[in-house]
């Protein structure tokens, strides 16, 4: 009888804490909710460790609440992102070019592109028709590596052979996200560059956003003047 005394004591102890844990979970996803509300409608992100931290961890349950509130996993996915990006600034500042690489997406190119797929990615020809030959043109004379990618597998190739200690990576918005948890689980500092058009074909790239991240620590004597107006990032 005694026993069974304790043991409903046990049961009842366990229930209670099993409610605390739910209740607690819930505290925490209605406060990230609101510090992302926050963020989202300010520019402004404040602790910034543990909003990552807590929307990977209860991604699930995040991204439930945020539909429940009217959001949509874009905005999910965008806050992450930018996280991410404010969480690595500092380290991929210190960083050199010279030590850095840049992937843009194939998508990026002109329907009428003339560059051909090689073993290192698209060989861009600098044929005007699309804005990419510019852009590798100006991020290789500040020391990145560049590379046109057709899929993940390039850039795993390519970090893997040069070994390159921060990237950026100029995409859509799921495949930037992808591509910064995938530098995260590698211990590559990441930045992202979310398209500002998705799609297979002819897609847009924030080239403004791509520019002011790879400025960070560069010496601003060394910069184009055509590129100077983005230094503040």
């Not at 990230?32 to 699930?60: K, V």
């Not at 950026?168 to 398209?195: F, P, R, T």
């Amino acid at each position: 009888m005694i026993l069974l005394t304790h043991y409903n004591h046990l049961i009842l102890l366990v229930g209670e804490i099993t409610l605390l844990v739910i209740f607690a979970i819930l505290l925490c996803g209605f406060i990230l909710l609101i510090l992302t509300a926050y963020s989202i409608r300010t520019g402004n992100i404040i602790f910034p460790r543990f909003m990552r931290a807590g929307l990977l961890f209860l991604e699930g349950m995040m991204r439930g609440l945020f539909r429940l509130f009217g959001f949509e996993d874009q905005d999910f996915l965008r806050i992450v992102v930018t996280l991410q990006n404010t969480l690595n600034k500092k380290a991929f500042t210190a960083i050199p070019t010279t030590s850095r690489a840049v992937f843009i997406p194939q998508c990026l190119r002109s329907n009428a592109c003339p560059a051909h797929l090689h073993d290192e990615g698209l060989k861009c020809r600098s044929c005007g028709l699309c804005r990419v030959g510019e852009a590798r043109k100006y991020l290789e004379d500040l020391g990145y590596k560049v590379f046109i990618v057709p899929g993940s597998s390039f850039i795993k190739r390519m970090i893997k052979k040069y070994r390159p200690k921060a990237i950026i990576g100029v995409g859509c918005l799921l495949e930037v996200k992808e591509g910064l948890d995938m530098s995260s689980q590698i211990d590559i500092i990441a930045m992202g560059a979310v398209n500002i058009s998705d799609g297979c074909v002819e897609t847009e790239a924030d080239w403004e956003l791509v520019y002011r991240i790879a400025l960070l620590g560069v010496n601003p004597n060394v910069v184009p003047e055509e590129l100077k107006k983005y230094m503040n990032y």
